[in-house]
């Protein structure tokens, strides 16, 4: 049986760091003495599932990021802890061993690990400051917590304040200086996720000051509403805007020296386009907007309208005699493996028609649909690994490849020969039109030709003769439990403009103007579109456009 190691020897509170010793001073105020005997009482059994259902959502959020933790600290004498905002302890990860060597200082759940009860611990201690942690060893004020080392950092709620607490416990000879930035990454993993579920958003800017930050989960986050308050954000959102952590008040202009109009009209013409954003303190950024999704009052986001048509492209076939022969001819080629192009401008649908596709006519049911960005492939041997990788994983599946023309000419050689080819159907999109890419010696027409490939093309929105019909169709499917009628005036108006970001842009446009024309209107009237956008439609030429009216 491992006998425990003694307890160090606790440090003169001279030696102590700031923080700790000021821990110190408020346990002695509190009466605390450092021989306290151990008061092990926990919640019990319906409390702790009371305390439990009460952080579900954190709990169910961070899990992956905890056991993630866990794996990469690697030391048998360790555990990972997550606590509540009053300081009790929810979960506890660790070995077995080590866990009940822990439960000998009441290290378990449904515990209170506050500094008036348990002294100065991290869990606590970074609960008092709300700041990162750190207690080794002799540095616990209660002399029977000296046979740990505890770093703890807090979690921010989206709103602002304290969620929770996350700690790593381990024996005292233990070295955790490797723990604490980990521990801190996780903790902001963890807020991107609870951000990413946060409800009453209206407009959320995603920025960095590096491009390349944005596609990680640890650039910052700021989520304002209709009125232009800021709601939610993360640390490093309220670090570059120096807004208090306990408290974030800030407005979009209080934070941002571009202009709302203009964020809004980001968020509608394209959320994945990054763009420049300039901080009212002069710092510039690189940002994404986007508009929030509605949800139902119980959190959940509403479903996508069902159309009379089951299927996924049937729902496409709206009356436009090209999307209609599109749908068409995928069904008539869904059981053959020849390669598919699928060309059309920027937002049209593309990569909703590969999902399509592959939801109505996968088999077996769980083929999957794996997606790459050629453009992103490195040069060399490492980009053919890349390509080869992703099309072993497609499996029986489809290996939906974006600007597939960007590939070197022998790799879609290869990627299209029906001689070799792999169980998985490759479905590319085009960067330019197939002529063009051809004539630019980038695309290699005669081996896509010999595999038996078809190309298949989706027009443009100003082009599309059932206009109408799709926008009362995206109307529908952003609103599926309130009917909302387009007015006849509304939809020429639409009609006019040019709609260069096509379907993707239209669908965003659509959901800002219904955010903002209030809960009991029943009707979309031209007089709801916003001024700024209502001016930029009656400047456009818009050539091309089909008017009916």
Not at 15 to 33: D, H, I, K, N, V
Not at 351 to 379: E, I, K, N, Q, S
Not at 407 to 425: E, K, M, S, V, Y
Request: net charge negative.
């Amino acid at each position: 049986m491992t006998q425990a190691p003694s307890p160090p020897v606790p440090p003169s509170p001279l030696s102590l760091p700031q923080t700790l010793a000021a821990s110190w001073e408020r346990c002695r105020g509190q009466g605390l003495r450092a021989d306290e005997p151990l008061d092990d009482t926990a919640l019990v059994r319906g409390e702790l599932a009371d305390r439990l259902a009460a952080n579900g959502r954190l709990m169910a959020l961070s899990r992956p990021m905890i056991e993630g933790l866990y794996r990469q600290i690697g030391s048998a004498s360790s555990t990972v802890i997550l606590a509540d905002r009053d300081g009790t302890i929810l979960s506890a990860l660790g070995q077995t061993e080590f866990l009940d060597r822990a439960s000998s200082v009441a290290l378990r759940p449904g515990v209170d690990w506050t500094e008036a009860r348990m002294g100065t611990n991290a869990i606590g201690t970074a609960l008092q400051t709300g700041a990162v942690t750190t207690v080794q060893g002799g540095q616990h004020y209660l002399e029977r917590n000296r046979i740990l080392t505890c770093v703890a950092t807090p979690i921010l709620a989206p709103a602002g304040g304290i969620l929770g607490i996350l700690d790593v416990s381990s024996d005292a000879r233990d070295d955790l200086s490797h723990a604490r930035a980990l521990l801190c990454t996780t903790a902001e993993l963890i807020e991107y996720r609870l951000l990413e579920y946060f409800d009453g958003g209206f407009l959320t800017l995603h920025f960095h000051t590096r491009h390349d930050a944005l596609a990680d989960a640890l650039h910052a986050v700021a989520v304002f509403d209709e009125s232009r308050r800021l709601v939610a954000s993360n640390r490093r959102a309220r670090a570059w805007l120096e807004l208090s952590a306990e408290r974030p008040s800030a407005t979009c202009e209080t934070c941002f020296a571009t202009s709302w109009s203009v964020l809004l009209d980001r968020a509608a013409q394209d959320a994945d386009a990054p763009f420049a954003l300039q901080g009212v303190l002069g710092r510039p950024f690189i940002a994404r907007a986007r508009l929030g999704r509605r949800r139902r009052s119980d959190g959940s986001e509403r479903p996508a309208a069902t159309a009379p048509d089951a299927s996924r492209l049937g729902a496409m076939v709206l009356g436009d005699a090209r999307i209609g022969e599109t749908v068409a001819t995928l069904r008539e080629c869904a059981a053959g493996n020849a390669p598919l192009l699928f060309e059309g401008e920027m937002g049209t649908g593309r990569a909703y028609l590969a999902r399509a596709f592959h939801a109505d006519h996968r088999a077996p049911p769980d083929a999957p649909l794996v997606g790459l960005d050629c453009g992103t492939l490195p040069p060399g041997t490492a980009g053919e690994e890349a390509l080869e990788l992703a099309w072993a994983r497609a499996g029986d599946g489809i290996l939906f490849l974006v600007d597939v023309d960007a590939l070197p000419i022998p790799l879609q050689a290869r990627l299209f020969d029906g001689r070799r080819r792999l169980p998985a159907r490759v479905v590319g999109v085009p960067r330019a039109p197939v002529a063009e890419a051809q004539r630019a010696g980038r695309f290699h027409a005669s081996a896509f030709e010999a595999g038996g490939g078809r190309i298949l093309s989706l027009p443009p929105v100003r082009e599309r003769t059932d206009f109408d019909a799709l926008v009362q169709q995206l109307v529908h499917d952003a609103m599926p439990e309130r009917p909302i009628h387009v007015a006849r005036e509304t939809l020429v108006l639409l009609r006019r403009h040019h709609w260069p970001g096509n379907v993707r842009e239209l669908r965003n446009q659509l959901r800002l103007i219904l955010a903002l024309i209030g809960d009991e209107a029943a009707q979309l009237s031209p007089e709801d579109i916003p001024p700024e956008f209502r001016d930029e439609i009656l400047s456009d030429s818009a050539p091309g456009v089909i008017d009916r009216a």
